[in-house]
């Protein structure tokens, strides 16, 4: 069964996985064909492009873009790698140009991800915040990664982003949702007043039931790329990621049974066939 596509400021794609195109490897190199074929079992639309951290070019002088289908997906340049607000703002902007060269619509936006640390990886909120308002200055449609802080998300949709991804748990390290508390509340709040703004999960995948459950807490889309470029089979990952997503999207709409503390009998008790006595 279809699902009605996302509308992210004047994008609208049809597949809510978001899925990003590093850490492919075969014998410690690029491999693109493996790449390649998993963003297509994935179904995704968008696929991230690290503009600082990616090499765009393997020993063989082989570039990851000759291998993604321009007209088929659209590329969301990422910021990641970046540890302050400058080198995050230089990279967007090499990405804009990179793209407007390619006429990719990808141009027009950004993943914002400015990190605090080398080992945690986790989001610096400060110079988020501040890279945030020079690239929404400067024209270009944001979507920010950000911890799964309610009130760090709530002033990134203030400032003008068009999505706040917070994350499920660190990057690349498989936990899933640590915190479904804090994506509900951010949900919450974020939609109170706009039902329709794009809040999408990002980090922490380590398999397809990760997505699921982070579609049950009502994200309007999810972002991975780790739980599929370094599973066992990457590319049969990438199907079960895609099913899970659809299972989730559902299963949030359809409503779930509440969580009891005591068993309650699927058939009604009464009406039963009384035992028979015996003489």
């Known amino acids: 069964m279809e699902i009605p596509p996302l509308q992210i400021a004047d994008f609208k794609v049809r597949s809510r996985l978001f899925v990003g195109t ?60 970046c540890f302050s607000a400058e080198d995050a703002v230089r990279a967007a902007r090499l990405g804009r140009e990179l793209l407007e060269g390619l006429q990719n619509p990808g141009a027009r936006w950004v993943k914002l991800e400015v990190l605090g640390d080398k080992k945690t990886l986790l989001p610096d909120p400060v110079e988020t915040l501040r890279a945030a308002e020079v690239l929404l200055k400067e024209g270009f ?80 889309g999810v972002l991975l790329n780790t739980g599929v470029a370094s599973a066992g089979d990457p590319v049969t990952m990438a199907r079960a990621m895609h099913h899970a997503l659809l299972a989730g999207y559902w299963a949030f709409r359809a409503g779930r049974i509440p969580r009891k503390l005591y068993a309650t009998a699927s058939s009604p008790m009464e009406g039963r066939i009384a035992p028979r006595v015996a003489q």
């Open 141 to 220: 449609i944001v979507l920010a990664y950000a911890n799964d802080d309610p009130i760090l998300c709530q002033r990134l949709k203030a400032l003008g982003c068009a999505s706040v991804m917070p994350l499920g748990s660190p990057i690349g390290s498989g936990q899933g949702v640590l915190n479904p508390n804090n994506i509900r509340i951010i949900l919450e709040q974020l939609k109170e007043n706009d039902s329709d703004y794009p809040v999408i999960v990002d980090a922490g995948v380590g398999t397809a039931s990760d997505v699921t459950v982070a579609m049950e807490l009502g994200a309007d």
């Open 22 to 81: 590093g850490k492919y490897l075969r014998g410690g190199e690029p491999d693109y064909e493996l790449m390649r074929d998993a963003l297509a079992a994935s179904g995704c639309e968008v696929v991230t492009v690290a503009v600082r951290r990616e090499r765009l070019y393997d020993k063989q002088g082989r570039s990851l873009l000759d291998f993604l289908d321009l007209k088929r997906y659209t590329i969301l340049p990422n910021t990641a790698g």
